[in-house]
């Protein structure tokens, strides 16, 4: 279990992270989302004790990194965002040396080296230099790495980075895999991965939480109203009174225009029982209803929504999702023309 | 600490670099070693080595140590392999202090070698054990200080070429200051020269080569010994603070 309290960290006068608490619980994927220049790196490399913080404490399995650092970083592996690989060493002399330097008992250190490489899958390239393996076999000597010593907790600094799309499954399996027995902090700025595999997650921006939560009630949270998207023939504004019209609907916006007479439109609607009578009420108005499809709030929304909140104004997640709700509405309310031209701003909404 | 010692002196080995270093050395022993015999005026030849090593050495601190100390730390910094260490649990000491046994591992193998000159002198002509053995004990203490200091900048720069560039630098310097001690406008300076005479390796030097081991130099270098360590260790944790 990893604690982490208040940690703030300044370089000179810029406060690269926050007063940023958190805790990671055993057998967890916590996912470390924000986007680039955010602060994830210099959190991840405060708790692995290669940079000591300002102020605040970390705690790994009850030793504070600065007090007990050498017990405490036994319970670690890392792997940063740079594999940190020794170019002219071969694979199996490479990881040899972490299982030195790690405190492997020598005797063990064979099997033990044997057991990561058949893990990650990298048995074939033991004997070859780093210097002329691939990129995603360097990152995956690297997670190896990270692995040697059997540390609890495994803190990978975006691992997936310049891996191929089957690696990339592989990866995410092995990351599944190690839950069983490990606690896994993953950083990432790319959502998608971070929404496969992670059971919480931190957002951060500007060296400052956003939020807190599982992935699951961010998105219940976010996907609580559903949007369908209309392609209708048929004047515009014509469609919109009738949408509007019906019980149920929420606000329509992004009114696009896709050729004379063919318009798109963004419905939120309550509950997905409006459905029908929407599209009655469309048809009854002699529109011609070409496509219907839905879609939710997706994961990313949100995360665009946190990560462009002003510095320093920090709202829940709970006020933020009111907040977006209350803007669509507004936009909703204008007349269709303008909502059009005003499509692209709600897109980013 | 043993397996980072090990991997240190390893990377020495399947390099260039050992090899380079251990050549060129016994280059400069072989070198001088034929000079001294074609300058010989006796033929009853006396091993006496204190030119031998005074020349030998200097050579050897100025431009052949900053080649096995360059990569210490500048390259660790630029290839990110620092994180690995710094993330391990191994303390900031003890990666320094295993980098300088593993350097000071291939000096002492160099010696080693270079034992063979001594040797043949033995054969043909007369070698003063003292002497040689004082003037052994001065060229490992010395050879160590500039290893240290070699550490030193490596740990300052980011990249092999400059921490050898300002090595070779630094040594420069401490060589014409040295040379400036010997001058007659110093002399009239005499409390600059003193201070300079304190901080002086070479006077310290010529002391073993004349077969004198005493206490106040030996102290003296080890003492440089763990300053330049001691700073190694400073610079590594400061800049753990401030990096980004």
Known sequence: MVEIKHLTKYYGPKAAVKDISFTIEDNEILGFLGPNGAGKSTTLNIICGVIPSTSGSVTINGYDIEEQPVKAKQCIGFLPEIPPVYMDMKVNEYLMFVAGLRGVPASKRKSHIQRVMQRLNIQDVSKRL????SKGYKQRVGFA???IGDPKIIILDEPTVGLDPSQLIEVRNLILDLKRDHSIILSSHILSEISAICDRVVIINHGEIQAIDT??????SAGANTVLKLKIQGSSREAARIIKGVEGVLRVSNITFVKTGIYTYDVEIAHRDVRNPLLSALLYGKMEVLEVSEERKSLEQIFVNLVNQPVGKKKSLRDLLDEMEDESQSTASEE??????AGEESEEV | MFSLYKKELQGYFFSPLAYTFIGLVMLIFSGFFVWWIFTATSTQVEFQFSYFFYYNILLTTILLIPILTMRAFAEERKNGTEVLLLSSPLSVSKIVLAKFLAVATVLVI?????????????????????????????????GLAYIALGLMISSFVATPGLAMLLSVACSLILFFMELMLGSSFLATLPIVSDVLYWFSNQAKFENFTQGFCQLSDLVSYVTEIIVFLLWTIISIEKRRFSRS
Do not use: F, K, R
């Open chain 1, 130 to 133: 780093i210097h002329n393996l």
């Open chain 2, 110 to 142: 160099a010696m080693v070698l270079s034992l063979i000159y001594p040797m043949v002198a033995s054969i043909y002509g007369y070698v003063v054990i003292p002497n040689l053995i004082a003037s052994y004990v001065g060229y490992l203490l010395y």
């Open chain 1, 145 to 147: 790495q990270a692995l």
């Open chain 1, 215 to 220: 992935i699951a009630n961010l998105e219940s």
């Open chain 1, 336 to 341: 269709p023309e303008e909502a059009a031209s």
